[in-house]
């Protein structure tokens, strides 16, 4: 588990995939200990069912995909982050995330990505975290740019269309 300041990022194990992808909320709730859950809390419903079962084939591997994000004071579930696997040859690792539309505007987007990337530079061998926006300014493109990160590059997603590439090296400051 991740913890900030106001949050705790809780690494999604198979039986909690297993409630995500069933929409199981009340097993789900019972797994993180009670927490409650604010709607709209999970925008990609369908990678989870993808994650779950490439997990069942890769167990090894579960601090390098999803978490869920539980406002500590709340208790509440209000998002999820991650990573799209294990470092590549070249030592760099993708992040994502995603915050319920209720918690939105609040820096915990900011504070998320920013856990994120202190975890994985922590990691031996790591020496580049990534990330993708959707080709426009937003939001997103704002944390980014907030946590240090520098546009890459444009280009095509077969599912998005364009988007924005992004990069921080583990030499580089975000506040």
């Known amino acids: 588990?991740?913890?900030?300041?106001?949050?705790?990022?809780?690494?999604?194990?198979?039986?909690?995939?297993?409630?995500?992808v069933d929409a199981d909320w009340a097993t789900l709730s019972a797994r993180l200990g009670g927490v409650g859950y604010?709607?709209?809390?999970?925008?990609?419903?369908?990678?989870?069912?993808?994650?779950?079962?490439?997990?069942r084939e890769h167990d090894d591997e579960p601090a390098w995909w999803?978490?869920?994000?539980i406002h500590r004071h709340d208790v509440r579930l209000i998002g999820t982050c991650?990573?799209?696997?294990?470092?590549?040859?070249?030592?760099s690792v993708e992040i994502g995330y995603e915050i319920a539309d209720d918690y939105q505007n609040r820096g915990f987007a900011t504070e998320t990505a920013r856990a994120l990337c202190q975890f994985a530079f922590a990691q031996s061998g790591v020496r580049l975290v990534t990330a993708q926006t959707l080709a426009e300014?937003?939001?997103?493109?704002?944390?980014?740019?907030?946590?240090?990160?520098?546009?890459?590059?444009e280009k095509i997603d077969i599912e998005d269309g364009k988007i924005w590439e992004w990069e921080r090296g583990k030499a580089e400051t975000g506040k």
Request: hydrophobic fraction near 45%.
């Open 137 to 153: 300014e937003n939001a997103s493109v704002n944390v980014l740019r907030k946590l240090g990160f520098t546009f890459v590059q």
């Open 1 to 20: 588990m991740l913890a900030t300041d106001r949050l705790f990022l809780v690494p999604t194990t198979l039986p909690l995939l297993d409630a995500i």
């Open 66 to 69: 999803s978490y869920v994000i």
């Open 38 to 55: 604010t709607e709209n809390w999970l925008h990609f419903p369908e990678a989870y069912l993808w994650l779950r079962d490439y997990l």
């Open 82 to 91: 991650g990573f799209k696997g294990a470092p590549d040859p070249r030592g």
